[in-house]
């Protein structure tokens, strides 16, 4: 069950979204939007819905259920002080959902991330750089494959600027395969072992498979970064039993599959009800809350219309009370909406960091590390000024 806060760009927006999901008109015209908040809760039984409804029912606040979709919904309009009087009805644990969950989108400050290499804090962007180990991966396959080429890469991504260097042994890019353990042990090792004595910032390892982040967290690596959301039991066993951070991203199926038969009801609320519902598995079976860092997943699972819906309403994420990791860089969205091949995607690519950041990213993905750098250090010289 989550809880997200909807913002509306316009009126119209709102009502089409409403139309498109079954809710019935709550609200007349554009006026009347002015000073509402408005929160959507999902993915819970109907027991507990009816008794917020109820809830809010009673303090002469509006609720409209959508029973019409995948996703059970209850939206929930009304000016602060309604929110205010609903924190209050303790009996109700949506309600103390709801609570926290106005607390998270509306904080100005995100929980810090303790490593082995020190704490994490976000008051700026991170910039997380991509290496790819790898003969395969979309966008630079091949290019720092061989290990003299992927270690110079890593120091140069940390004299560009980097906050995070990301080392992956094995191509997600769409109906790719998976390699071995063994495979992808071969690729990542002998990189690790070259830069981890002399790095001074955090690397992440990009894997799916517990054995391959062990073995790099052993090797002192500090972060891993898993695109398939802790779905592999034994990797969730490994993130709890080494206390170390997770990203845990959302991903529709597999990377052979993830780009057939694509729906959602509405991709903003489904992938934060699947994340969601990833976290509290992987808490349930002792992964440390604020060990854990999301990722919306662009690309994996979504057609162009989906990613460029999640990164316009990134902000709704913060909702989920945890850092949020994006990586737009260079994808096939950005090639469709310019008609761009991967070689000519940095605008592309640095226009879709700006909204990511703009709109509440914590850590952005990139291969194009001193544009993106140069790019996040603006936005906070304008975003800070007063």
């Known amino acids: 069950m989550i809880a997200r806060v909807r913002c509306y760009q316009s009126f119209e927006e709102a009502t089409e979204e409403w139309c498109r999901l079954g809710i019935d008109r709550v609200i007349d015209d554009a006026p009347q939007m002015l000073g509402m908040i408005i929160v959507f809760v999902e993915g819970a039984g109907d027991g507990m819905l009816d008794d917020l409804e109820t809830a809010v029912s009673g303090l002469k606040g509006v609720a409209s259920r959508c029973d019409s979709s995948n996703t059970k919904r209850l939206m929930i309009v009304g000016r602060p002080e309604l929110f205010s009087r609903l924190s209050r009805r303790r009996s109700y644990p949506a309600a103390n959902l709801v609570s926290s969950t106005l607390k998270n989108h509306f904080s100005v400050r995100t929980e810090d991330i303790d490593t082995t290499l020190g704490t994490m804090t976000f008051e700026r962007t991170k910039v997380m750089g991509v290496l790819n180990v790898t003969p395969d991966s979309f966008s630079d396959g091949g290019v720092f494959f061989k290990k003299d080429n992927a270690v110079r890469r890593a120091f140069e991504i940390v004299d560009q600027g980097a906050d995070i260097v990301d080392i992956g042994g094995e191509s997600t890019r769409p109906f790719s395969d998976p390699v071995t353990e063994e495979v992808e042990l071969e690729r990542i090792v002998p990189v690790l072992e070259?830069?981890?004595?002399?790095?001074?910032?955090?690397?992440?390892?990009?894997?799916?498979?517990?054995?391959?982040?062990?073995?790099?967290?052993?090797?002192?690596?500090?972060?891993?970064?898993?695109?398939?959301?802790?779905?592999?039991?034994?990797?969730?066993?490994?993130?709890?039993?080494?206390?170390?951070?997770?990203?845990?991203?959302?991903?529709?199926?597999?990377?052979?599959?993830?780009?057939?038969?694509?729906?959602?009801?509405?991709?903003?609320?489904?992938?934060?009800?699947?994340?969601?519902?990833?976290m509290g598995e992987a808490i349930d079976k002792g992964v440390k809350e604020e060990k854990i860092m999301i990722d919306p997943g662009i690309g994996f699972g979504k057609e162009k219309m989906h990613n460029l819906e999640i990164i316009r309403r990134l902000r709704e994420f913060r909702s989920l009370g945890r850092p949020i990791v994006i990586g737009p860089s260079r994808k096939a969205f950005i090639?469709?909406?310019?008609?761009?091949?991967?070689?000519?995607?940095?605008?592309?690519?640095?226009?879709?960091?700006?909204?990511?950041?703009?709109?509440?990213?914590?850590?952005?993905?990139?291969?194009?590390?001193?544009?993106?750098?140069?790019?996040?250090r603006m936005l906070e010289a304008i975003r800070s000024w007063k």
């Open 194 to 278: 070259e830069i981890l004595p002399s790095i001074n910032i955090p690397v992440s390892i990009d894997t799916r498979k517990s054995t391959v982040a062990r073995r790099a967290i052993e090797l002192g690596a500090h972060i891993i970064n898993d695109v398939s959301g802790l779905r592999d039991p034994r990797m969730i066993e490994t993130v709890a039993e080494l206390e170390v951070p997770v990203v845990l991203m959302h991903m529709l199926g597999e990377p052979k599959t993830m780009q057939v038969d694509i729906r959602y009801d509405d991709v903003v609320g489904d992938v934060m009800l699947s994340v969601a519902e990833r």
């Open 335 to 376: 090639g469709k909406v310019l008609g761009s091949p991967n070689d000519g995607r940095l605008e592309g690519t640095l226009a879709a960091v700006a909204a990511s950041v703009m709109n509440g990213a914590n850590i952005v993905r990139v291969h194009d590390v001193k544009e993106a750098v140069r790019l996040c």
